[in-house]
């Protein structure tokens, strides 16, 4: 079944199916409904089919990071509208307010199994995850840290791509993460998880050392809706998928949830 | 046929009566004359009248032209001795990207371009100038022939965007686009980069890292099309024209954003009618770029280039 017929179903069938609120969670993936104390025990992943349920910045650092080891840097960093773009002002503080957080990536240094570690973790709750001009600073900042102290870099990802409402800034974000990269002689090792496209994909989450996928997350170059209506047929079974993307040699290695924070361990004990 | 933009048609119209008083060359007397003179006089006023009162729309449709001038014109108009190199040694030849040397002045140059192709025979095999990843590996390849043999770059930037297709995914077209930002950010010769159309998005920053980026007068340059845009935010693509605003995408708008350089005037009418006097200003400004660059340290020239990407953005620092 692809991802937008799944979208379909879960429109139609929620609408049929009364789940009482907080108890129970249906996946997403294979309808299941599942004991959400449960599926938050096993990470946010349905013990039936293996979907990992999208979740966000917070949940990472506390699934990767040692506890309380993070600091975070370039709070201070705030969003402009250069492009005095109807409605974005609006949009920025709605995003602010939902999501409790200043932009779509947080950045700052941290430890990984005692290791010390520059970290960059996107949110796709803040407006897709879209890459406008705070996040391009504060990811090139983090590089520059990582660069500049020799610290391995750890990047997780979760983006619509660019921030349409910053327009060509936010394409040179492209440019400025990815250019930036030249000068990071440590490991770096990118995450991707779901979803991982267009302008975030197309620069710095493409450029890791190591490139590690959740199961079944939607990474690509153009939104397969845009693909569908340019090349007029449908697209085949699992398309964009991590596992596509891994038998077109594409990633380095799909790692469920579970396995993240031990399978970086044992990346960086090698490279570093 | 040759065609024309909706608003081009006061010009078409008035040229068409100048050719054919023109016609009329073997009896023309003194009121003939007189009202070619008035006739000529009108054109030029309303060409200056419409070119510079284009809204943002106009300006898309301007450089979306079907008449305007690809890289296989400014190839032929400016650099002599021209070998087209082909193919990524990966996977095969991208038509819709051109690669190749070429001497301007007695330089020798690499030259990298978009091509969207004239003809419809010809737009099918240039893919209308959309590449797949072969096609900016292939660009990455000669240029980094460029960096190898101390050759400066040219790139000439004209596409809707990279392909979205099947097959480009399957070989990583984002991947081959972060590849060449990454990768054409040191390579170590002059790069000059001219947005000579569209400037679509990542398919335009894959062949758009250089030292000097220039943009025609009627080129855009833009994260979206404006019907992507219009599409996304308004959920309606009928508000392009509105996008086209918003997104603040015509030369002037980014040259004082500080994202480009600076402008490549076009002869009267845009590029489209007059290919050679178009091809003409782009290698002035070639040449006087590289005589910017040349003499630069290749270490600074590097350094530079990185620094110059990562100016950009707009952020509040608090």
Not at chain 2, 28 to 53: D, P, W
Not at chain 2, 106 to 112: D, H
Not at chain 2, 176 to 189: H, R, Y
Not at chain 2, 229 to 243: D, G, H
């Amino acid at each position: 079944m692809k991802w937008f017929q799944i979208r379909k179903k879960i429109g139609k069938e929620s609408a049929k199916k009364e789940i009482p609120d907080g108890l129970w969670i249906k996946c997403t993936s294979c309808d299941e409904i599942l004991y959400k104390k449960e599926v938050e025990k096993n990470l946010m992943v349905c013990s039936k089919c293996n979907f990992h349920f999208r979740v966000n910045s917070a949940f990472y650092k506390k699934l990767l990071l040692d506890e309380g080891s993070f600091t975070s840097f370039d709070e201070n960093i705030q969003t402009a509208d250069p492009l005095q773009f109807k409605g974005y002002v609006k949009k920025i503080e709605a995003a602010r307010k939902e999501s409790s957080l200043s932009e779509a990536v947080i950045t700052g240094e941290a430890k990984i199994d005692g290791r010390d570690v520059e970290v960059a973790i996107m949110d796709f709750s803040f407006i897709g995850g879209s890459m406008g001009s705070v996040v391009g600073e504060r990811v090139r900042r983090a590089i520059e840290r990582a660069s500049k102290q020799s610290l391995p870099l750890l990047t997780v990802n979760a983006s619509g791509g660019a921030r349409m409402h910053e327009g060509i800034f936010s394409l040179m974000q492209m440019a400025k993460t990815a250019t930036a990269l030249n000068k990071l002689k440590t490991p770096y090792i990118s995450i991707l998880t779901n979803p991982t496209t267009a302008g975030v994909l197309a620069s710095y989450a493409s450029l890791g050392d190591i490139l590690i996928a959740e199961p079944g997350a939607l990474i690509g170059f153009a939104g397969p809706r845009v693909i569908k209506q340019t090349i007029k047929k449908e697209l085949p079974d699992g398309f964009q998928r991590a596992e596509f993307l891994l038998e077109h040699g594409l990633i380095d290695m799909i790692v469920s949830r579970k396995n993240l924070k031990d399978t970086i361990i044992s990346l960086l004990s090698h490279l570093c | 046929m040759i065609k024309h933009l909706d608003f081009e048609k006061p010009i078409i119209e008035l040229h068409e009566r100048i050719e054919e008083l023109k016609a009329l060359n073997g009896n023309m007397s003194g009121i003939y004359q007189t009202e070619l003179k008035k006739l000529n006089a009108k054109l030029v006023k309303i060409r200056k009248e419409i070119f510079s009162s284009l809204t943002p729309w106009q300006r898309v449709e301007m450089a979306r032209h079907p008449n305007r001038p690809y890289t296989s014109d400014y190839v032929k108009f400016l650099f002599k001795d021209w070998t087209e190199i082909h193919g990524d040694r990966r996977f095969s030849d991208d038509n819709a990207i051109i690669t190749g040397i070429g001497s301007l002045e007695g330089i020798s140059f690499v030259v990298v371009g978009h091509e969207k192709g004239r003809k419809i025979t010809e737009k099918v095999k240039r893919n209308f100038g959309s590449a797949h990843p072969e096609g900016y590996r292939k660009a990455l390849r000669v240029m980094k022939l460029g960096g190898k043999f101390n050759l400066p770059i040219v790139c000439l930037v004209d596409t809707a965007g990279a392909y979205p297709g099947i097959g480009a995914e399957e070989r990583g077209q984002a991947l081959a686009i972060a590849e060449n930002i990454k990768e054409i950010a040191v390579i170590p010769v002059p790069i000059i980069v001219i947005i000579t159309g569209e400037g679509g998005s990542g398919g335009a920053l894959a062949i758009g890292i250089g030292d000097r980026i220039y943009m025609q007068e009627f080129s855009v340059y833009s994260v979206i099309s404006p019907e992507g845009c219009a599409s996304i935010i308004f959920r309606n693509q009928e508000y392009k024209k509105e996008a086209a605003g918003y997104l603040k995408i015509t030369a002037e708008e980014l040259k004082k954003f500080q994202i480009i350089d600076g402008i490549i005037s076009e002869p009267e009418g845009g590029a489209h009618s007059n290919h050679e006097e178009a091809a003409k200003l782009v290698g002035e400004t070639i040449l006087k770029l590289y005589q910017e660059l040349k003499d630069i340290p290749r270490d600074d020239l590097i350094d530079k280039r990185i620094e110059k990407f990562s100016q950009m953005g707009v952020y509040i620092e608090g």
